[in-house]
C-alpha cells in the first residue's frame, strides 16, 4: 500500500498527515510524546524576520466544539528558528514546512531568501492570520495583490512554495486561481475564520485581541466545501486545515480534493492524536481494498 | 508528561460549589505546583482540556480540588465513579523546597488552595494562610488542620471562620514576627500575588508564585498561557506555573 503523496516537485510526504502551522510550536514539545518522523511534515509556528510578542491574554477561548484564538503571531523570529530550531527537526525523518509571514511585499520576499537552505522542505506563505495589524490577511484578500506577492516571493526561492488562503474571500477560487498563476506550487485551505465571544457578567470580550480566529470541528464542514472548491478550480495539489480531528475528517478532506490534511486545533487537546489518524487511513484503505492513496484523493462523487 | 487513562473512583462535594476527585492511574511523581490537564470526554465538547494543580498523587490514585466554575467543570463534577478521563501530565514547573535555613509561609487564595496544600503536605513544615470570602469557601479545613508540623490559618471576608480580613492582611502582621529568612508560596487570584510579592520585597523573603492564565494545550506549544516577566513573554504552562514573584511585571 502507498500513502506517499505529492505536494510539489521535490516534495513527496511519506504520508497525507502535517501538523498545522501554530499548534506545533517548533516541534520540541511533542517529539517529547511521539517520534516525530511518524508525520508526513512538521508545518512549523509562523515566523517574522523580527521576534514577536503577539497579543495581550487572554489569547483562547473555548466555543462550541472548538476554540477561537488571537495569539497573535508570537513567534521567536526567523534568525533564532535558523539557528535554534531547525537543526532539531534536521534529526527526525520527516519534510520541514516552514511557515512564515511579512508586513511588506519585500519583507515576505527576504524571509523566502533567507529560508531557501538547507533542512527546510518547503515554505508554507501565511496570507490569511486575521490577529495581526499589519501583513496576513491583508495580502489574501486581493487576488492582483495576492499574485503580485506569490510572483515576488517565488523568485526569491528555490523551494516549494505553498500559500495559505484566508477563507475570508468572497471567491476562494479567484484566489486560488491567482496564487497558482502567481508560481505557488501548493495551497493550504484554509487558516482561522474571525469570530468572537463575549462574557455576559464582565461585558467585557473574551479575548484580549477583542476578536480571534475560530478553530476546531465547527468550521470543519465550511472548510471541507472550501477545499472541494479550491481543488476543482487549480491544477496545483491542496493541503486542508480546518477541523480535522479523526481519520474520517482526513478522509473526507482527500475525497474533496485535498492531497495532504493539516492537524491544529485537534492536537493540543489531544497531541497523540496523529498517529491515530494516520492508521485510520490505513485501515479505511485496507477495508476498501485501495492501493494508493491518489485512490483517495478527489475521488468524491457528486453525479 | 504522559497520557494516560483514569478511573473515576471518587468525586464528592467538600465545599461551595467545590469538589475533590479521585482518579485512579498509573500516572508519574510530581512537584507540587506542577498540574495536569484533563480530557472530560471522547466528543468535541467540551473541546478543550481543563489545567488542574495536582494536591496529590500516592499509590496509583490521584487527588484533584476543583471549583465548578463553567461548562467543563460542571460536566467534571457531574462525572461517576468508575468513568474514564484523559490525564496528560503532570505538566510545567513546580515550587522549589525551602531551602533548611528558610521559614515557609504558604498563603492559598479562594481556588489557589491545592498546590499550596499539596506543598505543605510534602514539606510538613511551616505556616499556612488560607484565605476565602466565607467559611464555605474553604474546603479541607479539618485536614489542614492536621498536617504535622504546619500552623493553619484561616481569614475570611465575613469573619465566618478564622480571622475576619483577607490572607494578605494574615501574611503581612505574620512576616512582621518572622526575623529568621523566609519563604513565601503564593497561588490565588492576581490582586493577592501581587500584594504578597510586594509584601515579600518589603520584608526581603523569597517568594514563588503560581499563576494561573487561560491555556489550550497546557505543554507549550500553543503560545496562549504567557505571562509579561522581566525577560519577556514566558509561557504559564511549561515555564511556570510557578515563577519568582520578583521576575513578573505585575502591572500598575
Redesign the interface.
Given at each position: 500500500m502507498d500513502i506517499s503523496t505529492r505536494l510539489a516537485p521535490g516534495l513527496c510526504l511519506k504520508n497525507p498527515v502535517l501538523s498545522a502551522s501554530?499548534?506545533?510550536?517548533y516541534g520540541e514539545?511533542?517529539s517529547?510524546?511521539f517520534d516525530l518522523s511518524l508525520l508526513g511534515g512538521v508545518v512549523t509556528?509562523g515566523l517574522s524576520l523580527l521576534p514577536s510578542?503577539?497579543n495581550p491574554?487572554?489569547?483562547?477561548?473555548?466555543?462550541?466544539?472548538?476554540?477561537l484564538?488571537a495569539?497573535g503571531l508570537?513567534n521567536i523570529g526567523i534568525d533564532a528558528f535558523i539557528e535554534e530550531k531547525l537543526p532539531f527537526l534536521g534529526t527526525f525523518d520527516t519534510e520541514v514546512i516552514v511557515n512564515f509571514f511579512g508586513t511588506a511585499e519585500d519583507e515576505y520576499a527576504q524571509m523566502a531568501q533567507r529560508l531557501d537552505i538547507e533542512g527546510v522542505s518547503a515554505i508554507e506563505m501565511n496570507v490569511s492570520c486575521p490577529n495581526i495589524k499589519k501583513g496576513g490577511i491583508e495580502f489574501g484578500k486581493d487576488p492582483q495583490i495576492l499574485n503580485r506577492l506569490v510572483a515576488k516571493v517565488r523568485k526569491s526561492t528555490t523551494k516549494p512554495l505553498v500559500v495559505k488562503l484566508s477563507p475570508m474571500v468572497t471567491h476562494i477560487g479567484e484566489m486560488a486561481l491567482a496564487a497558482q498563476e502567481g508560481g505557488a506550487d501548493a495551497l493550504t485551505c484554509s487558516n482561522t475564520f474571525p469570530a468572537m465571544a463575549i462574557d455576559e457578567n464582565t461585558l467585557r470580550p473574551m479575548l484580549g485581541n477583542v476578536t480571534g480566529g475560530l478553530s476546531?470541528?465547527?468550521i470543519k464542514p465550511i472548510a471541507l466545501r472550501i477545499v472541494w472548491e479550491v481543488s476543482r478550480q487549480v491544477s496545483i495539489p491542496v493541503i486542508a486545515s480546518g477541523g480535522i480531528?479523526s481519520w474520517k475528517d482526513a478522509v473526507h478532506f482527500l475525497l474533496a480534493g485535498a492531497s495532504a490534511v493539516e492537524i491544529g486545533?485537534a492536537?493540543?487537546?489531544?497531541?497523540?492524536c496523529f498517529g491515530a489518524i494516520i492508521e485510520g487511513l490505513i485501515r479505511y484503505m485496507q477495508d476498501k481494498g485501495l492501493e494508493s492513496i491518489s485512490d483517495i484523493i478527489g475521488r468524491l462523487q457528486t453525479a | 508528561m504522559k497520557e494516560c487513562s483514569a478511573l473515576v473512583k471518587d468525586n464528592r462535594r467538600v465545599g461551595q460549589d467545590t469538589y475533590l476527585m479521585t482518579l485512579e492511574c498509573e500516572f508519574s511523581p510530581f512537584t507540587p505546583g506542577q498540574f495536569l490537564m484533563l480530557r472530560l470526554t471522547g466528543t468535541c465538547e467540551p473541546f478543550l482540556r481543563r489545567p488542574l494543580a495536582i494536591l496529590s498523587y500516592r499509590e496509583r490514585a490521584i487527588e484533584l480540588l476543583y471549583k465548578v466554575r463553567g461548562g467543563g467543570t460542571s460536566l467534571l463534577a457531574g462525572t461517576k465513579k468508575g468513568e474514564a478521563l484523559s490525564v496528560l501530565g503532570p505538566l510545567g514547573k513546580g515550587f522549589s523546597d525551602p531551602k533548611p535555613e528558610e521559614e515557609a509561609v504558604y498563603v492559598a487564595g479562594g481556588t489557589g488552595l491545592p498546590p499550596i496544600l499539596a506543598l505543605a503536605e510534602k514539606t510538613r513544615r511551616g505556616r499556612l494562610i488560607i484565605g476565602a470570602r466565607t467559611r464555605d469557601d474553604i474546603p479541607l479545613w479539618n485536614r489542614m488542620q492536621n498536617i504535622a508540623g504546619v500552623e493553619p490559618t484561616a481569614t475570611t471576608e465575613d469573619g465566618s471562620l478564622g480571622i475576619r480580613g483577607v490572607a494578605t492582611q494574615a501574611l503581612g502582621d505574620l512576616l512582621e514576627t518572622i526575623q529568621s529568612p523566609c519563604v513565601i508560596y503564593a497561588c490565588g487570584p492576581t490582586g493577592m500575588l501581587k500584594q504578597a510579592a510586594r509584601l515579600a520585597q518589603g520584608s526581603g523573603a523569597r517568594c514563588e508564585v503560581s499563576i494561573e492564565e487561560h491555556m489550550a494545550c497546557g505543554f507549550g506549544v500553543c503560545s496562549a498561557c504567557v505571562v509579561r516577566t522581566t525577560t519577556g513573554n514566558q509561557k504559564v504552562c511549561t515555564q511556570g506555573p510557578v515563577f519568582d514573584a520578583s521576575c513578573i511585571e505585575w502591572g500598575i
Open positions: 501554530g499548534t506545533f510550536a514539545e511533542f517529547r510524546m509556528k510578542e503577539g491574554t487572554p489569547r483562547v477561548c473555548e466555543t462550541p466544539c472548538g476554540m484564538n495569539i508570537e476546531g470541528p465547527a480531528t486545533s492536537s493540543l487537546r489531544d497531541p497523540l | -
